[in-house]
């Protein structure tokens, strides 16, 4: 079985050692996986795949033209990826991707074309990368309710925000470490700016729901402003922060939100490093949990090689999803947070409950609030650091 592969970089080269060093054992198991040639932007970049006698092109019509049934999508390219896994589709090749700025921006379009086009679009690495999470969804949704999921979906974050903690090691430190390790994205914007985390949890939202969740009515915070004397204001208060992804259906409402959140000791609060961490409530059980390596080299190719491997024994998932279910979304999250902020504006001075002034900085308290009545209170202050207060997840 012949395939292709879309880029060589963390994750490209993690499936390539992964075929490689496992040949033997997937060829007694009747997987004779050959890489036909992987697609690269850059042809002058220095590559050393274990296999030497690997094919490198930046010619994609060499990979729509062949005969290869499954691309895997690795690359980092959000628009032009998105256009050639069309292209691909239409040509009758499956897909795998890694790759959750495409799989959720145009999730209801790429289901909808794997569907017309008869093929498989598969994404479990897209998120929490080692974790099985969406397949065990896919089976779920057919004889449950799961109607509520929250996580720690990115890496990066964590291992900022558990460093930061556990270590004392500054922002900018971390996030060098974060970045060498492969977890960061090219650009980290979008890990540590909370769009990665809102990404996945909207993929994962819009599965279990079968509904359509635009990626902009996602209330979304990230940990870019987060400061050491935020950690010790919450280690002061007994809390660990952590970056949490949650979704609910209640009642016909979807509330879905992406925030910094204090947590007392918790599941979550004891995940470090890389590791990712997500519980699922539902109607046949209460509720489980699993965590592991969310970001990563093998970690992540671990989750396309399973997808793989599906696809080539015919056991893969053959797409339901539709987006039929409408549902309004709210973005509630009734609570208390914590903000550090150098100036109070009006707005805000009614939401405080408790106002400590450190080096010249506000860490606020507020009152029991809504977290878009909050983001209307900070519009105007820059260099806010939110996080919601939890007492229970
Ligand atoms: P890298 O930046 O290490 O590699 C990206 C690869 O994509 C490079 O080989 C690059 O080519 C190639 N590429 C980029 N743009 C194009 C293009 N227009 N045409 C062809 N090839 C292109 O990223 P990662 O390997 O870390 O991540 C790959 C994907 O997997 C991303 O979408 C990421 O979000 C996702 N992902 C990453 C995880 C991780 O832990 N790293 C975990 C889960 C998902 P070239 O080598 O020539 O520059
Ligand atoms: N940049 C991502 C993270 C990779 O840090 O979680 C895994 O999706």
Not at 3 to 17: L, N, P, R
Not at 215 to 228: A, P, Y
Not at 292 to 315: F, H, V
């Amino acid at each position: 079985m012949k395939i292709a592969i879309m880029g060589f970089g963390t994750v490209g080269s993690g499936v390539e050692e992964i075929l490689y060093k496992k040949r033997k054992s997937l060829l007694k198991n009747n997987f004779d996986i050959e890489i036909d040639r992987i697609l690269i932007k850059d042809k002058s970049k220095k590559r050393s795949p274990l296999n030497k006698n690997l094919i490198f092109t930046d010619n994609f019509k060499e990979i729509l033209n062949s005969e290869v049934d499954t691309v895997i999508d690795v690359t980092s390219s959000l628009e032009e990826t998105y256009e050639r896994i069309l292209s691909l589709m239409k040509a009758g090749k499956n897909i795998i991707s890694a790759n959750k700025a495409v799989v959720s921006k145009y999730f209801e379009e790429l289901n909808e074309l794997a569907r017309a086009n008869n093929v498989y679009f598969s994404y479990e690495a897209s998120v929490a990368a080692a974790i099985p999470i969406i397949h065990p969804m896919m089976e779920e949704v057919f004889f449950n309710d799961i109607n509520k999921i929250c996580g720690i979906l990115n890496g990066t974050s964590n291992y900022i925000l558990s460093m930061m903690e556990k270590e004392g090691l500054s922002y900018d430190v971390v996030l060098k470490k974060a970045q060498d390790l492969g977890y960061a994205e090219a650009d980290p914007t979008a890990d540590v700016g909370g769009f990665d985390a809102m990404r996945k949890i909207r993929i994962l939202s819009s599965l279990l729901y079968n509904a359509k969740i635009k990626e902009e009515d996602i209330l979304t915070f990230g940990i870019s402003t987060i400061q050491k004397s935020d950690l010790d204001y919450a280690k002061k208060m007994g809390y660990s922060i952590r970056l949490l992804a949650k979704s609910k259906l209640d009642g016909g409402k979807i509330d879905i939100s992406v925030i910094p959140t204090f947590l007392k000791d918790n599941f979550f609060a004891k995940t470090f490093k890389g590791s990712n961490a997500i519980k699922v409530w539902g109607e046949n059980f209460s509720s489980y949990e699993l965590k592991g390596p969310g970001a990563g080299k093998l970690e992540t190719a671990d989750a396309i090689i399973r997808d793989l491997l599906r696809i080539l024994s015919a056991r893969e998932i053959k797409t339901f999803y539709d987006g039929t279910n409408s549902y309004d979304l709210e973005n509630n999250c009734l609570g208390k947070y914590y903000l550090r902020t150098s100036k109070i504006s009006s707005k805000l001075e009614d939401l405080i409950d408790q106002d400590e002034i450190l080096a010249g900085d506000h860490h606020i308290i507020t009152k029991k609030t809504s977290l878009d009545k909050l983001e209307a209170a900070i519009l105007d202050l820059n260099e806010v650091f939110i996080a919601k207060i939890e007492e229970e997840i």
